[in-house]
Nanobody, 133 residues
Framework: QVQLTESGGGSAQAGGSLRLACLTSVNTYNTYSLAWFRQAPGKEREAVAA??????????ADSVKGRVDMSISRDGEKRQLNLQFFNLKPEDSAMYYC????????????????????????WGQGTQVTVSS
């Protein structure tokens, strides 16, 4: 059983920065895929980004791919997953969820399911991000 606790959400102005953090109850470094998902009011929950076990390969959803102002990272020593925003946009407003699942380190198998929320078995309670223009 893995417990996930998000923090770092809040209100910010467009163009501002924010770092979301997700503390995991166990060491996930080599055996768990970690990801961020988000859900805006009236919309379905969608993937944002994921990071693989082992080498820490990163993959971003098409909706955010190409944005140089957003980055997923992890700190194994702190058992923490991060999502850093450097240039917030109003469309980033959403509830952000951290999720985890067991996974192998093969890129081909991991990448196929990395952004599929149905594959994730552990979820945090979420942290709200509100961006005003």
């Amino acid at each position: 059983q893995v417990q996930l606790t998000e923090s770092g959400g809040g209100s910010a102005q467009a163009g501002g920065s924010l770092r979301l953090a997700c503390l995991t109850s166990v060491n996930t470094y080599n055996t768990y895929s970690l990801a961020w998902f988000r859900q805006a009011p009236g919309k379905e929950r969608e993937a944002v980004a994921a990071i693989s076990p082992g080498f820490g390969e990163r993959i971003y959803a098409d909706s955010v791919k190409g944005r140089v102002d957003m980055s997923i990272s992890r700190d194994g020593e702190k058992r923490q997953l991060n999502l850093q925003f450097f240039n917030l946009k109003p469309e980033d407003s959403a509830m952000y969820y951290c999720a985890a699942r067991t996974a192998g380190t093969s890129w081909s198998s991991w990448s196929k399911e990395a952004l599929d929320q149905t594959k994730y078995m552990y979820w945090g309670q979420g942290t709200q991000v509100t961006v005003s223009s």
